[in-house]
């Protein structure tokens, strides 16, 4: 397998899932601020220009954050990633995508092009202030669905990468505080074995 990422960006999740299970893979850069998504060599692998990008061992491309978890997570059920029954792969799912959907897409596409939403820069301060609004609102839903709780469903699962990832953007690199069952979910994170080599492989530790 071979994963297409950019550091600190959104892939970290992925990057930590392939950790976690513990399979060979490979990495390969893909520099976002030079426009290396838009590029041949980048968007014949993925015409989305996305990361992450996972090519499998057959060769075929997956792409999007919840397929690609899914599929790692299904196809290797030793990992242990994959919570049991229809219940835990329900709440699995949610978090997920509100994670990708709302925080990051809509919260975090906000604060950081702003001028995908408006046009005028007079307007881009109050883009992200919007998007600010709309992450803090996925901060308070995520310490609501921690409570007593040390992961989104119970166990350790392909679903605590992406709130993972979300909150890695917040606290680490806008040094924002986490709500309290977050950030202890955070923290369990940073301690994992499998975060502590992916943060230091992506020169993030």
Known sequence: ???????????????????????????????????AQFKPE???VNAKSKVPTLLKDDGGVLTEYPAI??????????????????????????????????????????IFKPSNYAPSEADHEAVKARGGEIFE????????????????????????TA???VCFWWAARLNRPLP?????????????PAVQRTLKAEGLA
């Not at 892939?11 to 976690?20: A, D, R």
Request: one cysteine or more.
């Open 137 to 160: 609102k996925g901060l308070a839903w995520l310490d609501q669905k921690l409570a007593g709780r040390d992961y989104v469903t119970g166990e350790f699962s392909f679903a605590d």
């Open 1 to 35: 397998m071979k994963l297409f990422y950019a550091p600190g960006a959104c892939s970290i999740g992925i990057h930590v899932l392939l950790e976690e299970i513990g399979k060979p893979y490979d990495l390969e850069l893909v520099n976002l601020r030079e426009g």
């Open 69 to 110: 978890a899914y599929y790692l997570s299904v196809t290797n059920p030793d990992a242990k990633v994959l919570p049991g029954g229809i219940e835990g792969m329900a709440q699995a799912f949610e978090v997920v995508d509100y994670c990708v959907a709302t925080m990051h897409m809509q919260g975090f596409g906000r």
């Open 42 to 44: 980048f968007t014949s």
């Open 180 to 192: 309290a069952n977050v950030a202890a979910h955070y923290a369990r994170m940073n301690a994992r």
């Open 163 to 165: 709130v993972f990832y």
